[in-house]
Structures are given as structure tokens and as C-alpha cells.
């Protein structure tokens, strides 16, 4: 199977080629199968290949291609890396991908973009796997930028609207300044290793000893990539616009693959960064900030889809808190049960904006439980499970990334379980606000209300079972259970086990889970009081708010500031820029240079008289001249 | 006695120099057209006068060959050149080279 | 010695000849004085052994190419003094650029070495059998590609001597 990993792929972009090229001439239904086909194949590949490892010693195994670029020192192969980390970041892309895939099919139906959303999805399907496939810096750069350009294209989908445009730039922009800095991390390290293949930089920085100034450098422009991509602090007003897009593709894009790709770039680089501690403690500090700042934002907002949005914020946060205090295992468990219940989460709030025909404010929904049954259902199991409610997913791998922020700095364990509160109340407000109590709609309305078609509840109840039961690879040993994904990504994180994890007493660990347990449910009783008992409705626009609830309601002004102190003063200067430089200048000497031509030729053209007599005496002189230089 | 021995041959190359440049002369001198060709040809006739006194001092005969063609290229610029003449004195009823200064800016 | 004095007179006479052409404000004139100079130039041919190019010189120029100026003088009526005046920028222009022609000529020559004769002993270097056999035998491409020349500058003037072509 391992020898087909060309084909993984290789399927989306012959999906993207044909739906691209001939989508308009095809029916919808062919567009779909197409579509969705593919993914399916490579995701049949994928397992495949996830077997076929899982039985072999060998855990690292090159693919190689052919040669891609060799420039001077530069050599650079096109080949794929299969080891435990890409084989379970191609289970989660194909897989999830392609239940979005299915459920687009239905949710899209009715766009006239239909075939355009199905090629953009499947381009974007290949170089996430691009990225995650390969097996140098340089192929995941070009998934890297693939990525960017598809989550352009896909949240500026609906392009008559001049607000997703903005929001599609801005996400491009932004994602612009941390490929920025990745670039220059991937220059540094092909100037320190001379070589920006994973095999050959690992081995070489093995021989580096820790805090090494160079290492850290690189490692810090490579986490500004990730800072960019992943929609950490600063770099993380992007995201919640992104919302602009279908929410089949903010569920993909921008809460279960794309965002994630700074996690595994950390991920595989982990020999650098543990060598680099430094580093480490930005990475860990950041993300805890970025997880209680988007969380305290996401309190208060009134759109499904931003509140999702800030808690993707404040996940990936998380996952930064895990790779910062070390613990590699515990990110990826959390990208791997985030994907299934944030895609949940997304794909159930687009099965209720389906059946709100279009509707998006929490305020005018309410009691939509006994309207759409099984998108309730779903979308509670998706809340249990981001809330880190005991059993469900949510809680193995949030438990193990606070058990080893403990370890770390018991500040960095406090700020994520006054985080892991907040998420519980405003995951529960939105439950509540959205399923429970009267509905506070139109008449119009609810009439509309409807279940969604099979085609988007059979994609929910597959991810509400993921959401349900995929904790159970990572129990942690405390329960006597087998951390099956610690043993199986073991081989990855191998170079940096001198840091390992010592494991906690067994008694602390318990408390610290029962703390975080109690905190969870302290933020389930204080929404369910508000919202059940109280029936409280947020307040609509316009109303007199308090000055804190103002200031993060409006996301404490952070576009504003940035607008402020970035994007105006760019401005100016690019228009002084304009005006005095190109204008006066650029175009002053361009324009100077023909005036200059065309006056000289003005007064040497009277030389071309006309006159024989003159040209033959012009004539005679000069070979005087010559005969005199060549004889004398 | 030939002139071979008794004349050196830079005499014949002075000579050819001295019509050489009245032939310049007449060129630069004079303003019609047909004056002009024949200084022409007396430059052209400098020239051969210069080839046949050389091919007599070294005895060689390629230089006289080199005059027929000479007299052969002379002779067909001529009826070309007249013929040219011919039509610009039927356009501007004149040989004054000065009003063939059209081509200016 | 007869030949040396010969010599100067020659060139005394084609001097003179050449300049009259120059000079002489008939063309009419100017023609005649060609002719003339052109007689001198042949007997410095007969002075340097080459008799038959003496003789062809004289049928060529003196005989055709002559006759043909005289021929478009007399068609063209201008057989009359009718050159304009001359500006004294232009003579003095012309005066000097062919003066400083000759100049850079005389000095040039003035620091050659004078290269002695060699072979003297042939002299039927001129005479129309040897030049023949050169002219067929060394010279046969060149020879053959000259009648074509003279075949495109007759073809070449009878078409510009026709009437305005319409």
C-alpha cells in the first residue's frame, strides 16, 4: 500500500482537474461523486497504509519521486515521508474530509457555484496532504501556500459580496506575514543544515546542543509561520472573518485541517524545538493566551459561527499550550479529536442555518431540539465533547495537555482551566441559546424548520460517534487504560524523549482532573442558570451594555487597533509613496529621459540637411581624418 | 630606356594621388550633377593608373586585368548613373545636385 | 632620357586637363577637357609597356563613356554656363578638404621607401597574348560575372529611361 502513497495525492487533483475544467458541463450529481469520490479513494489508501505501518519495525519510510530542484548546494527531492505522524494527519484530512465532501453535496445543492466549491475543495484536499506528506521543508512550503490560496478562494466564495472579499483578503494577508516568516526559517535552516530535508536536518541538529541561539532563531521564525497559519496571538483576526466562507469550509479549512497545519509543523520539527527552550516557553505562553483571549471573546458572541470560530481560536491555542510545555502527543491527540468534534460542531451549525434558511444570530433561534432531532443530538455530543465532559473525546486529550501544562508551570495549568470554564459556558450558552426555550424567530421561520436531508445528518452522526469514541486510543494510564496513540507516534517524538514527560503521581493527576471537571460543570451550571433558568436573551445591537461587555463584545478592538496602527499607516505611506515617488519621481525620470532624447535629437537632426554637398564634405573630412590616424 | 628605370614609382603614385584629388575637388566643387560623375570617373582613372603602373614595377599582369574590370564597373555605373540623371532632370528639370535634398527629416 | 621627359609632360598635361574639367564652367568644356586629360592618362599606359589597355582606354572611355556624357549634355540642353553661384563657404570648404586630402597623401608617401623595380627584364607584361591568357584562365568566374553586371546595368537603364511607368 505504502508504494500507492503517490496516488493519495494525486486523486484530488485529477478530481480538481476534471471538476475545474469541465465542471460547468457536467450535472451536479456527477460533480459530487466525483468530488467526493476521490477523497474516499485516497482516505481507502490511507487506511491501507495506516495498516501496512502499523505492522512493520520500520516506522519512517521514504517515497521517492524524482528530482525536483538542484541548484548549487540545493538538492531538493520530490518525496513523501511516511512515518506515524503524516499516515494519522492523512486518516484525519481524507477521512473528515471526506464526510465535508458528502455533506457539501447537499448543503450546496442549490448554489450555482456548486462545481467551482467541489474543484476549490478538492485543490485544497491535495496540498493539505501535500503538506503533509512531504518529505522536506520546501513540499510542505508549497502545500503551506497551497492551503492559503484555497482558504482564499473559499471564504471569498460568495465574491458578489464585497465583506467576504475583504475577509478573504485579510485572511490572505495575514496568512502572508507568517509564511513570511516560515520562508525565512526554511532559508536559515538549509543555511545552518545545508540541506531542508527532514532526514538530513534532524540527524545534523541531534549533534546541536540545547539552547543553541541559531536553533532557537529558526525555530521562532518557523512558529511565526505557525502563529500566521494556526491563528495564534497576534496573528488570529483572520480567523473569525474566515466565517464568510460555506461553513462546510470553515469546518474543513478552518477548524479540522488547514489551521492545524502549524500543529504539525511543530510536530515534526519537535527534535528543534525541544532542543530550543527558549522557544518552547513562547510557543506554551502564547497559545495559553490565545486560549483564554478568544475564549473570553467568544463569550459574548451572538453569531453560531463566530462563537465557533473564537472556540477554534482557543483550541488551537491549546494545542500550542501541549507542543510548548512539550507534550507533542498530547497536540496531535488534540488535533486529531478537535477535527472530529469542531468539524461537528460546524457542520451542525450549518445544519441549523440550513433549516433557519440563512439565519445565523443565536438571538432569534431557540427550542430548535424538537424541530431537528438529530442535529440536536449531534451538536450536544460535539458540545460534551469540546467541554472536556468525562468520557467523550474532548476530555482524554484536554486532560492529558493540562496534566503535562501542570508538570510545567501550575500558572500555565491555572489559565487553562479558567479557559476550559469558559469554553463550558459559552459552548453551553450556545447550546442553550440555540436548542432549548421557545423559539424567538419569525413566524416565517418556523414554518421553514425542517431536518436536514440524510446527506448532512449521516456525516453528523458519523462525527458524533468519532466525537464519542475517539478519546478512547489515548486513555491515560491512570484509568489502567493504553495510551495507543503515545505508543503509536512514539517513533516521531523519539529525538526529543530526553525531555519526556515524567508522569505525574497518580493521586495529582486524579485532582487535577477533578478540578477540571468541576470547572467545567461550575461553567455548565452558570450558562444553564442564565439561559434555562433565568431565560435570559442576549441584548440586541444598540442596547446600553456594560463597559467591559462592550469591549469584548467588540473583540477588544483588536482590528480596530491594527487597523489603527497598521493598516492606516500603510496606507499613508503607500499613497505618500505613490504620489511623491512614483508619481514625481519614477515617472519623472521616465518621462525625463524621453523629453531629454527627444530635444537633443531636435537640434541634431538639423545635421541630416539633405544636402549631398554637405554629406560629401562630411565624407571627405572623416577619411582625411582616418587615413591621417591610421598612417601617421 | 624604359620609364621603369629611370622614373621611381612613387612619381606614379604622386601623380595618381594629385588626379585623385581633383577628382575630390570636383565633387566637393561643383553643384552639377554631370560634373560630378566625370570627376568620378577621373577618380576612377587615378586609380587605374596607380593598378597599371604597379603591374608594370613588379610584372605582374593582375593588376591590368584588375583595370578591365575597373573599366567594365565604370562603364556600367555610368549608363545606370546617366540613366537616373535622366529621370530626375525630367521630375525637377534640373541637375543641380542642391535640389535633391529631400531626403531630411 | 626621352621617356622621363616624356613622363613629365604627361603628367604636366593630365594635371592641367583634370583641373580644367573641374574648372571650366561649360560642361560641354568640362567633357572635352576629360577626354583630353584621358588621352594623357593612355600615354603614360604606352610609357608603362601596357599597350593594349592604352588602346582599350581610349575606345572604352575616350569613345564610349564620353560620347554617352556628351550625348545626355546635348539631350538635356545644358550645354550652356549655367552653374549657379557658389557661396565662398563652399569653395573654401572644398579647398580645404581635398587640400587636406592630398596633404595626408604626400606625407604618407613621403615616408615610404621607394620600392625598386623587379623583373624588369618582361616586357610583355602588357601585351593583349598574355593578358588573355590571365584574363581566361585566372580570371574566368570574375570575367563571366562582369557581363552580368553589364547585362543588369543595361537592363537597369533602359528601365529607368523609360517614360514615367505606369
Known amino acids: ?632 | 630606356m624604359s620609364v621603369v628605370q629611370t622614373i621611381p614609382i612613387n612619381w606614379y603614385i604622386l601623380l595618381s594621388a594629385v588626379l585623385f584629388t581633383i577628382g575630390v575637388l570636383g565633387v566637393l566643387f561643383r553643384r552639377n550633377a554631370i560634373i560630378i560623375f566625370m570627376s568620378v570617373e577621373l577618380m576612377l582613372n587615378a586609380i587605374n593608373l596607380l593598378l597599371v603602373a604597379f603591374s608594370t614595377y613588379l610584372s605582374d599582369s593582375k593588376g591590368q586585368v584588375f583595370v578591365f574590370f575597373i573599366m567594365a564597373v565604370a562603364a556600367a555605373e555610368v549608363a545606370v548613373g546617366l540613366a537616373i540623371l535622366m529621370s530626375v532632370y525630367r521630375n525637377s528639370k534640373s541637375t543641380d545636385i542642391n535640389t535633391l535634398n529631400k531626403l531630411k527629416w | 632620357m626621352i621617356t622621363t621627359y616624356l613622363f613629365y609632360f604627361l603628367s604636366f598635361l593630365a594635371i592641367m586637363f583634370g583641373l580644367m574639367v573641374v574648372l571650366s564652367k561649360n560642361p560641354i568644356h568640362s567633357v572635352l577637357y576629360l577626354v583630353l586629360t584621358f588621352f594623357a592618362i593612355a600615354g603614360h599606359y604606352v610609357l608603362l609597356n601596357a599597350q593594349f589597355l592604352a588602346a582599350v582606354h581610349i575606345i572604352v572611355y575616350a569613345g564610349a563613356i564620353m560620347v554617352l556624357f556628351l550625348f545626355v549634355i546635348m539631350l538635356l540642353n545644358l550645354n550652356k554656363e549655367t552653374e549657379p553661384h557658389k557661396s565662398l563657404w563652399l569653395k573654401a570648404s572644398a579647398a580645404v578638404a581635398s587640400g587636406s586630402l592630398l596633404i595626408v597623401f604626400v606625407g604618407a608617401l613621403k615616408n615610404a621607401t621607394n620600392i625598386p623595380a623587379t623583373n624588369v627584364a618582361n616586357p610583355n607584361v602588357g601585351l593583349i597574348e598574355n593578358l588573355g591568357k590571365v584574363l581566361f584562365s585566372d580570371f574566368l568566374l570574375p570575367f563571366e560575372v562582369a557581363s552580368i553586371l553589364l547585362l543588369g546595368a543595361m537592363v537597369g537603364a533602359v528601365m529607368l529611361g523609360k517614360k514615367s511607368i505606369k
Open chain 1, 1 to 632: 500500500m505504502i508504494k500507492l502513497v503517490g496516488l493519495i495525492p494525486l486523486l484530488p487533483l485529477i478530481g480538481f482537474l476534471i471538476i475545474g475544467l469541465f465542471g460547468k458541463k457536467l450535472s451536479k450529481g456527477i460533480v459530487g461523486f466525483i468530488g467526493s469520490g476521490v477523497v474516499l479513494a485516497a482516505f481507502a489508501i490511507a487506511v491501507g497504509i495506516f495498516i501496512e505501518l502499523n505492522g512493520q519495525a520500520v516506522k519512517s519510510v521514504p517515497v521517492e519521486f524524482f528530482d525536483w530542484i538542484t541548484a548549487g548546494k540545493l538538492s531538493v527531492h520530490f518525496s513523501f515521508l511516511i512515518d506515524p505522524l503524516s499516515s494519522l494527519f492523512l486518516l484525519i484530512i481524507t477521512g473528515i474530509g471526506f464526510l465535508i465532501h458528502l455533506y457539501s453535496v447537499s448543503y450546496m445543492h442549490d448554489d450555482e457555484g456548486f462545481s467551482r466549491f467541489f474543484a476549490y475543495l478538492n485543490l485544497f484536499i491535495f496540498f493539505m496532504l501535500l503538506l503533509v506528506l512531504g518529505s522536506n521543508y520546501l513540499i510542505m512550503f508549497v502545500g503551506w501556500e497551497g492551503v492559503g490560496l484555497c482558504s482564499y478562494l473559499l471564504i471569498g466564495f460568495w465574491f458578489k459580496n464585497t465583506a467576504y472579499n475583504n475577509a478573504a483578503k485579510k485572511a490572505f494577508v495575514m496568512n502572508r506575514i507568517g509564511d513570511l516568516g516560515f520562508l525565512l526559517g526554511i532559508i536559515l535552516i538549509f543555511v545552518t543544515f545545508g540541506s531542508i530535508s527532514y532526514h538530513e536536518v534532524f540527524e545534523q541538529a541531534k549533534n546541536y546542543a540545547t539552547g543553541t541561539p541559531v536553533l532557537t532563531t529558526i525555530t521562532l521564525l518557523l512558529f511565526v509561520g505557525a502563529m500566521g497559519k494556526s491563528a495564534q496571538l497576534p496573528l488570529y483576526t483572520w480567523l473569525p472573518d474566515a466565517m464568510a466562507g460555506p461553513t462546510p469550509v470553515s469546518a474543513l479549512i478552518h477548524a479540522a485541517t488547514m489551521v492545524t497545519a502549524g500543529i504539525y509543523m511543530i510536530a515534526r520539527s519537535n527534535i528543534l524545538y525541544t532542543l530550543s527552550p527558549f522557544t518552547m516557553e513562547v510557543v506554551a505562553v502564547i497559545g495559553v493566551c490565545t486560549a483564554l483571549f478568544a475564549a473570553t471573546i467568544g463569550l459574548v458572541q451572538n453569531d453560531i459561527k463566530k462563537v465557533l470560530a473564537y472556540s477554534t481560536v482557543s483550541q488551537l491555542g491549546y494545542m500550542f499550550l501541549a507542543l510548548g510545555v512539550g507534550a507533542y502527543t498530547g497536540g496531535v491527540f488534540h488535533v486529531m479529536t478537535h477535527a472530529f468534534f469542531k468539524a461537528l460542531l460546524f457542520l451542525g451549525a450549518g445544519s441549523v442555518i440550513h433549516a433557519m434558511g440563512g439565519e445565523q444570530d443565536i438571538r432569534k433561534m431557540g427550542g430548535l431540539k424538537k424541530y431537528i432531532p438529530i442535529t440536536h443530538a449531534t451538536f450536544l455530543m460535539g458540545t460534551l465533547a469540546i467541554v472536556g465532559f468525562p468520557g467523550f473525546s474532548g476530555f482524554f486529550s484536554k486532560d492529558e495537555i493540562l496534566a503535562n501544562a501542570y508538570e510545567h508551570s501550575i500558572v500555565l495549568w491555572f489559565l487553562g482551566v479558567l479557559t476550559a470554564g469558559m469554553t463550558s459556558f459559552y459552548m453551553f450558552r450556545l447550546y442553550f441559546l440555540t436548542f432549548r426555550n421557545t423559539f424567538r424567530g419569525t413566524h416565517a421561520q418556523e414554518h421553514h424548520l425542517h431536518e436536514s436531508p440524510s446527506q448532512m445528518t449521516i456525516p453528523l452522526i458519523i462525527l458524533a460517534v468519532l466525537s464519542v469514541v475517539g478519546g478512547l486510543i489515548g486513555i491515560p494510564e491512570v484509568f489502567g487504560g493504553h495510551h495507543y496513540l503515545e505508543a503509536f507516534l512514539k517513533p516521531v517524538f523519539e529525538d526529543s524523549s530526553f525531555r519526556l514527560i515524567h508522569h505525574l503521581p497518580e493521586s495529582t493527576e486524579l485532582i487535577l482532573m477533578g478540578v477540571a471537571v468541576a470547572v467545567m460543570l461550575c461553567g455548565l451550571a452558570y450558562a444553564r442558570k442564565m439561559y434555562i433558568t433565568d431565560k435570559q436573551v442576549p441584548a440586541a445591537e444598540g442596547e446600553e451594555e456594560s463597559a467591559i461587555h462592550k469591549l469584548v463584545y467588540n473583540k477588544y478592538w483588536v482590528d480596530e487597533i491594527y487597523d489603527f496602527l497598521i493598516t492606516k499607516p500603510l496606507n499613508f505611506i503607500g499613497d505618500a509613496l505613490h504620489k511623491v515617488v512614483d508619481n514625481e519621481l519614477i515617472d519623472g525620470i521616465v518621462n525625463g529621459c524621453g523629453y531629454v532624447v527627444n530635444g537633443v535629437s531636435g537640434v541634431i537632426r538639423r545635421a541630416q540637411t539633405g544636402n549631398i554637398g554637405f554629406y560629401v564634405f562630411v565624407m571627405v573630412i572623416s577619411i582625411v581624418l582616418i587615413l591621417f590616424a591610421q598612417l601617421f
